[in-house]
T-cell receptor, first 115, second 109 residues
Framework: NAGVMQNPRHLVRRRGQEARLRCSPM?????VYWYRQLPEEGLKFMVY????????ESGMPKERFSAEFPKEGPSILRIQQVVRGDSAAYFC?????????????FGSGTQLSVL | GQSLEQPSEVTAVEGAIVQINCTYQ??????LSWYQQHDGGAPTFLSY????GLEETGRFSSFLSRSDSYGYLLLQELQMKDSASYFC??????????FGDGTTLTVKP
């Protein structure tokens, strides 16, 4: 009965490289969300996806960032040409539905460090 | 838009009671949630209030006053393991939640 699985836990990239972060939602969950967290700050919404669809990407930067949730396989958050300011913890969450009382189940996050 | 305000830090002693406040602004209210996060790990859901009043779950309770745009998380019989960050959040009916910046609770012996 695995929870939300994220990998890698830690990712180090040099400026200009690409970062790929993966997230497998809880079994039975079809709603996936990506959040970014800077030290001493809250979780900032980036994007909400369902299988093969981006539902809400209002929190995602327009350039260099993209997300997908294919029919098969995990959700991927992709950051191209990373810069130092991209260093943060990236959390994925999933839910069974979208009602306001639905719990979000979070993964353990990917800590991205850009050198 | 949506915004939430909560104190950045709270300190209390083991066995005591502590209250973490949260005020919010939103154009559409669907409830107030609380999450706990230990040492930058996975946030975990604690509670949800949609109606005014107190919801109790063991040592933790959460209160909501919609007219005051205010809620709080009450932790009783504090234990050392309760040292963590606590976030209030505004969920929507479209999946997305907006989180406050969190309150770091330090429990001292």
């Amino acid at each position: 009965n695995a929870g939300v699985m994220q990998n890698p836990r830690h990712l180090v990239r040099r400026r200009g490289q690409e970062a790929r972060l993966r997230c497998s939602p809880m079994k039975g969950h079809s709603h996936v969300y990506w959040y970014r967290q800077l030290p001493e700050e809250g979780l900032k919404f980036m994007v909400y996806l369902q299988k093969e669809n981006i539902i809400d990407e209002s929190g995602m930067p327009k350039e260099r960032f993209s997300a997908e949730f294919p029919k098969e396989g995990p959700s991927i958050l992709r950051i191209q040409q990373v810069v130092r300011g991209d260093s943060a913890a990236y959390f994925c969450a999933s839910s069974l539905g979208t009602a306001s009382n639905e719990k979000l189940f979070f993964g353990s996050g990917t800590q991205l460090s850009v050198l | 838009g949506q915004s939430l305000e909560q104190p950045s830090e709270v300190t209390a002693v083991e066995g005591a009671i502590v209250q973490i406040n949260c005020t919010y602004q939103t154009s559409g209210f669907y409830g107030l949630s609380w999450y706990q996060q230990h040492d930058g790990g996975a946030p975990t859901f604690l509670s949800y209030n949609a109606l005014d009043g107190l919801e109790e779950t063991g040592r933790f309770s959460s209160f909501l006053s919609r007219s005051d745009s205010y809620g709080y998380l009450l932790l009783q019989e504090l234990q050392m393991k309760d040292s963590a960050s606590y976030f209030c959040a505004l969920p929507t009916n479209a999946g997305k939640s907006t989180f406050g910046d969190g309150t770091t609770l330090t429990v001292k012996p």
